[in-house]
């Protein structure tokens, strides 16, 4: 398993913009696809965003029809770290996120927890209205 730690949430106004970043241990990383989910209080984790491998395709993205054209997905393999950049915020964003890694077939793009083998603590994020 790899050790994905979170980082960049907090307090933003409904509009503003926010960027999360998810720090990878394994040199690895960049033959891992990765994934956003988030869960608000109460409710079930789901999925966000995914982004695959550049190890031999272009990387390509899939989003949650709820953050289409707001968030952006991205990684920097250099740095061993996917960012999620969150713009045009909504209060029903406020949510816990987490990042997870594929390890086993960084190739796929899976929109639910169980293409994920590997998971972060998660980071809060409220959005004020």
């Known amino acids: 398993q790899v050790q994905l730690v979170e980082s960049g949430g907090g307090l933003v106004q409904a509009g503003g913009s926010l960027r999360l970043s998810c720090a990878a241990s394994?040199?690895?990383?960049?033959?891992?696809?990765m994934g956003w989910f988030r869960q608000a209080p109460g409710t079930e984790r789901q999925f966000v965003a995914t982004i695959r491998t550049t190890g031999w395709n272009p990387s390509t993205t899939i989003y949650a029809d709820s953050v289409k054209g707001r968030f952006t997905i991205s990684r920097d393999n250099a740095k061993n770290t996917v960012y999620l950049q969150m713009d045009s915020r909504k209060p029903e964003d406020t949510a816990v996120y987490y990042c997870a890694a594929d390890s086993t077939n960084g190739a796929r793009l899976v929109p639910s927890e169980s293409g994920y083998d590997s998971w972060g603590q998660g980071t809060q994020v409220t959005v004020s209205s």
């Open positions: 394994r040199r690895t990383f960049s033959t891992y696809a």
